[in-house]
Nanobody, 123 residues
Framework: QVQLAESGGGLAQAGDSLRLSCAIS????????MGWFRQAPGMEREFVAF????????RYADSVKGRFTISRDDVKDIVYLQMNDLASEDTALYFC????????????????WGRGTQVTVSG
């Protein structure tokens, strides 16, 4: 059974950077398209970024393009989300997701989810 565990969230000031990590167990990042989603209070869960199973393709939400970078370490089986120039609008619970097959931005199309890590940006 694939399990995902996020870490790296916390409090930040506007303009700061944070790096989120997602460790996979029971599977390998090289076998899954891996992504990040976020959900703010009272809002729908939304797509943030995705990386294909082979790392060749990345995709970002318009709201984070140029500020966030998704990457992966196939040896450690970890996916990262580097978040730069954070803004208050980035405040949300961030979830790691994995799916077998190709990238899908639809939250309902993911096969596995982590429990989330909170990111709070002030200022």
């Amino acid at each position: 059974q694939v399990q995902l565990a996020e870490s790296g969230g916390g409090l930040a000031q506007a303009g700061d950077s944070l790096r989120l990590s997602c460790a996979i167990s029971g599977g390998a990042v090289s076998n899954h398209a891996m992504g990040w989603f976020r959900q703010a209070p009272g809002m729908e869960r939304e797509f943030v970024a995705f990386i294909s199973y082979n790392g060749a393709v990345t995709r970002y939400a318009d709201s984070v393009k140029g500020r966030f970078t998704i990457s992966r370490d196939d040896v450690k089986d970890i996916v990262y989300l580097q978040m730069n120039d954070l803004a208050s609008e980035d405040t949300a619970l961030y979830f790691c997701a994995a799916r077998q097959g190709f990238i899908r931005e639809d939250p309902t199309a993911q096969h596995y989810w982590g429990r989330g890590t909170q990111v709070t940006v002030s200022g």
